[in-house]
């Protein structure tokens, strides 16, 4: 990608990431973005179709910064298809948990709207690119890999939700152990 783009793509996602942590995400408008990020409308609507675009592109940037599955041949194919919680968990921890208060509940929905769709996509991705994270299907067994996936996302944005209700008392470490003895006997039941 060319740099003038990588770094336009870059600021849209700072703007709207700071200005997440002050107000309602439902308060916030393209113009606000825009202001923020010091961009045109047009430079905008050249990468994005909306805000909502754009908070999709900035998770999808953020689990880019994951340790990739290859990084990752220690550890076993269960362990390989959660290795996005605790990284996510911290960034949550360190640059969104105090926007609580600012999100207002329908920002959050929305937030972990989005936040399960790039997940599933993610493990999708990751499932279909490793041969030991395809699920083992016995006869009996109906998972398939876009339910768990589906499944893995949606426990996870679960988990979130439950500690930002809670202040976000627990670290992301403790968050995480929680995430992973809610899935890790269904990934272990099914994988190679």
């Not at 700071?18 to 923020?36: C, F, P």
């Amino acid at each position: 990608m060319d740099r003038r783009i990588q770094r336009t793509r870059a600021l849209l996602h700072e703007a709207l990431g700071s200005l997440i942590r002050e107000k309602a995400y439902d308060r916030i408008t393209v113009a606000d973005i825009l202001g923020r990020a010091k961009v045109s409308r047009s430079t905008f609507y050249i990468h994005f179709r909306d805000k909502d675009s754009l908070l999709t592109s900035s998770m999808r940037a953020l689990l880019l910064g994951v340790p990739s599955i290859e990084d990752q041949a220690h550890a076993d194919a269960s362990e390989r298809m959660v290795a996005f919680s605790l990284p996510l968990l911290t960034h949550i921890h360190q640059h969104c948990l105090s926007a609580k208060a600012k999100l207002g509940e329908r920002g959050r929905a929305v937030l972990h709207q989005h936040l399960r769709r790039v997940l599933s996509e993610w493990i999708m991705q990751h499932v279909d690119g490793d041969r030991d994270l395809q699920p083992s299907r016995p006869r009996q067994s109906p998972i398939v890999p876009e339910l768990l996936a589906q499944h893995l996302a949606s426990t996870f944005v679960l988990v979130l939700h439950w500690r930002m209700d809670r202040g976000g008392a627990a670290t992301p470490a403790e968050t995480d152990r929680l995430f992973r003895a809610l899935v890790t006997p269904v990934l272990r039941s099914i994988t190679r």
